[in-house]
Protein backbone atom coordinates (compact mmCIF):
# COMPACT_ATOMS: atom_id res chain seq x y z
CA UNK A 1 0.00 0.00 0.00
CA UNK A 2 0.94 3.61 -0.40
CA UNK A 3 -0.54 6.32 1.26
CA UNK A 4 -0.29 10.10 -1.20
CA UNK A 5 -1.30 13.46 -0.04
CA UNK A 6 -1.43 16.36 -2.02
CA UNK A 7 -0.82 19.91 -1.19
CA UNK A 8 -0.22 23.07 -3.32
CA UNK A 9 -3.34 23.84 -4.88
CA UNK A 10 -4.95 27.39 -4.67
CA UNK A 11 -6.42 30.44 -6.50
CA UNK A 12 -3.79 31.83 -8.81
CA UNK A 13 -3.52 34.38 -11.73
CA UNK A 14 -3.45 33.69 -15.38
CA UNK A 15 0.42 33.56 -15.99
CA UNK A 16 1.00 32.52 -12.49
CA UNK A 17 3.04 29.69 -11.36
CA UNK A 18 2.50 26.97 -8.43
CA UNK A 19 4.12 24.07 -7.03
CA UNK A 20 1.84 20.98 -6.34
CA UNK A 21 3.46 18.13 -3.73
CA UNK A 22 2.84 14.62 -2.93
CA UNK A 23 4.19 13.07 0.06
CA UNK A 24 4.38 9.45 -0.46
CA UNK A 25 4.18 6.62 2.87
CA UNK A 26 6.95 4.55 0.06
CA UNK A 27 10.59 5.80 -0.46
CA UNK A 28 9.99 7.12 -3.68
CA UNK A 29 12.67 4.27 -5.15
CA UNK A 30 10.91 1.56 -4.28
CA UNK A 31 7.93 3.12 -6.60
CA UNK A 32 7.79 2.19 -10.07
CA UNK A 33 6.15 5.43 -11.42
CA UNK A 34 4.70 8.53 -10.02
CA UNK A 35 2.23 10.58 -12.32
CA UNK A 36 0.09 13.61 -11.72
CA UNK A 37 -3.06 13.67 -13.30
CA UNK A 38 -5.83 16.44 -13.69
CA UNK A 39 -10.05 16.72 -13.83
CA UNK A 40 -12.67 19.05 -14.40
CA UNK A 41 -16.44 17.66 -13.39
CA UNK A 42 -17.85 15.95 -16.12
CA UNK A 43 -14.79 15.06 -17.98
CA UNK A 44 -12.65 12.23 -17.44
CA UNK A 45 -9.00 12.07 -15.55
CA UNK A 46 -6.35 13.30 -18.06
CA UNK A 47 -2.79 12.47 -17.90
CA UNK A 48 -0.20 15.61 -17.35
CA UNK A 49 3.42 13.80 -16.06
CA UNK A 50 5.62 11.02 -15.86
CA UNK A 51 8.05 9.99 -13.86
CA UNK A 52 9.54 6.63 -13.73
CA UNK A 53 12.05 5.33 -10.64
CA UNK A 54 14.75 5.87 -12.96
CA UNK A 55 14.16 9.32 -13.37
CA UNK A 56 12.71 8.88 -16.89
CA UNK A 57 9.76 11.96 -17.37
CA UNK A 58 7.26 12.21 -20.07
CA UNK A 59 4.37 14.94 -20.39
CA UNK A 60 0.99 15.27 -22.02
CA UNK A 61 1.94 17.30 -25.58
CA UNK A 62 -0.38 20.33 -24.53
CA UNK A 63 1.53 21.14 -21.25
CA UNK A 64 5.15 20.21 -22.39
CA UNK A 65 7.21 23.24 -21.71
CA UNK A 66 5.42 24.46 -19.32
CA UNK A 67 4.96 21.90 -16.60
CA UNK A 68 7.58 20.05 -14.89
CA UNK A 69 7.70 16.84 -12.58
CA UNK A 70 10.66 16.54 -10.01
CA UNK A 71 11.24 14.32 -6.88
CA UNK A 72 13.06 14.69 -3.61
CA UNK A 73 14.25 11.11 -2.50
CA UNK A 74 15.41 12.60 0.93
CA UNK A 75 11.34 13.74 1.85
CA UNK A 76 9.93 10.99 -0.49
CA UNK A 77 7.81 13.48 -2.51
CA UNK A 78 6.82 14.35 -5.50
CA UNK A 79 6.36 17.63 -7.06
CA UNK A 80 4.73 19.67 -10.11
CA UNK A 81 5.74 22.77 -11.18
CA UNK A 82 3.36 24.58 -13.09
CA UNK A 83 4.53 27.78 -15.20
CA UNK A 84 2.61 29.78 -17.37
CA UNK A 85 -0.85 28.94 -15.94
CA UNK A 86 -4.14 29.17 -17.77
CA UNK A 87 -7.58 29.38 -17.10
CA UNK A 88 -8.14 25.62 -18.72
CA UNK A 89 -5.47 24.70 -16.27
CA UNK A 90 -8.13 24.61 -13.48
CA UNK A 91 -8.73 21.25 -12.40
CA UNK A 92 -8.69 18.61 -9.06
CA UNK A 93 -4.83 17.47 -9.94
CA UNK A 94 -4.18 13.59 -8.47
CA UNK A 95 -0.92 12.08 -7.37
CA UNK A 96 -1.04 8.76 -8.56
CA UNK A 97 2.29 5.79 -7.92
CA UNK A 98 2.30 2.68 -9.52
CA UNK A 99 3.82 -0.01 -6.76
CA UNK A 100 3.79 -3.67 -7.16
CA UNK A 101 1.17 -3.65 -9.75
CA UNK A 102 -1.63 -1.61 -8.91
CA UNK A 103 -2.23 2.35 -9.01
CA UNK A 104 -2.44 4.69 -6.05
CA UNK A 105 -4.51 7.76 -5.47
CA UNK A 106 -3.96 10.71 -3.61
CA UNK A 107 -7.23 12.77 -2.42
CA UNK A 108 -6.70 15.94 -5.12
CA UNK A 109 -6.01 19.19 -4.36
CA UNK A 110 -8.26 22.03 -6.21
CA UNK A 111 -6.06 24.39 -8.98
CA UNK A 112 -7.70 27.06 -9.86
CA UNK A 113 -6.73 29.97 -12.68
CA UNK A 114 -8.32 33.23 -12.68
CA UNK A 115 -8.55 35.58 -15.76
Known amino acids: QVQLVESGGGLVQAGGSLRLSCAAS????????FGWYRQVPGKQREFVAT???????DYADSLRGRFTISRDNAKNTVYLQMNSLKPEDTAVYYC?????????WGQGTQVTVSS
Open 51 to 57: MTSGGST
Open 96 to 104: NAHYLGYDH
Open 26 to 33: RTTFSINR
